[in-house]
């Protein structure tokens, strides 16, 4: 059974730095695609950031750029979001998920899903 599980989550206050971490019981981790998405309350779940291909690029979302940076460590299973300078719009429920094909930016795309991990910005 395929589990995605995210931590890191939490209150900080405006200005503030996290970072979420995603492990994956993928047996083939390395071949996936991983991406982060988040939903705030009241809202649509919207894409965050995500590799685009197997070559390691990245992409994000116009809202979170040059300060959110994903990264991952295939020895560990791992998938990780550093998000630095976070501003209150950011509150929302961040779940990372995994695909293997389709678009980056698409939650159609995604084949697996973590529960989520509340981050809350304080002003």
């Known amino acids: 059974q395929v589990q995605l599980v995210e931590s890191g989550g939490g209150l900080v206050q405006a200005g503030g730095s996290l970072r979420l971490s995603c492990a994956a019981s993928l047996r083939t981790f390395s071949s996936y695609l991983m991406g982060w998405f988040r939903r705030a309350p009241g809202k649509e779940r919207e894409f965050v950031a995500g590799?685009?291909?197997?070559?390691?690029?990245?992409g994000y979302a116009d809202s979170v750029k040059g300060r959110f940076t994903i990264s991952r460590d295939n020895a560990k299973k791992t998938v990780y979001l550093q998000m630095n300078s976070l501003k209150p719009e950011d509150t929302a429920v961040y779940y990372c998920?995994?695909?293997?094909?389709?678009?980056?930016?698409?939650?159609?795309?995604?084949?697996?899903w973590g529960q989520g991990t509340q981050v809350t910005v304080s002003s």
């Open positions: 998920a995994a695909r293997t094909r389709g678009s980056y930016n698409s939650d159609y795309s995604y084949d697996y």
């Open positions: 590799f685009t291909w197997r070559d390691g690029s990245t």
